[in-house]
């Protein structure tokens, strides 16, 4: 391979990899902004809304000032502990997806 191709190509996968992590870091904007709207909208939600609302609210902002916080790297290697201290409940919660993601991909014919 010649140098001006390998030089092409090197250019190409940084420029490839600097386009992955504004979209990742955009997306991440736009998960924490999300999880905080939520939150607000479960705060405040009318004069009925009972502490256990009023707590996964709080857990929902919790997780958007984490999101917000941590870059990519961070986040797999809280997962990974995570897992590693809890594999039986990650196992459920991976099936589950799983399952709801098949459901979700099926056309309305095959329902």
Not at 6 to 20: E, H, M, N, P, V
Not at 45 to 60: F, N, Y
Request: no cysteine; hydrophobic share 45%.
């Amino acid at each position: 391979m010649s140098t001006a191709t390998r030089s092409i190509l090197q250019d190409g996968a940084l420029r490839a990899q600097d386009i992955a992590a504004e979209a990742f870091k955009t997306g991440r904007t736009a998960t924490a902004d999300m999880l905080d709207g939520a939150a607000e909208r479960i705060k405040t939600g009318g004069e009925h809304v009972d502490h256990a609302a009023r707590a996964t609210a709080d857990r929902i902002a919790d997780s958007a000032q984490y999101v917000r916080k941590n870059d990519a790297s961070a986040m797999s290697t809280d997962l990974m502990v995570a897992v590693r201290k809890n594999p039986g409940r990650y196992m459920i919660g991976a099936v589950v997806l799983g399952f709801l993601a098949g459901r979700m991909m099926r056309r309305p014919d095959q329902a």
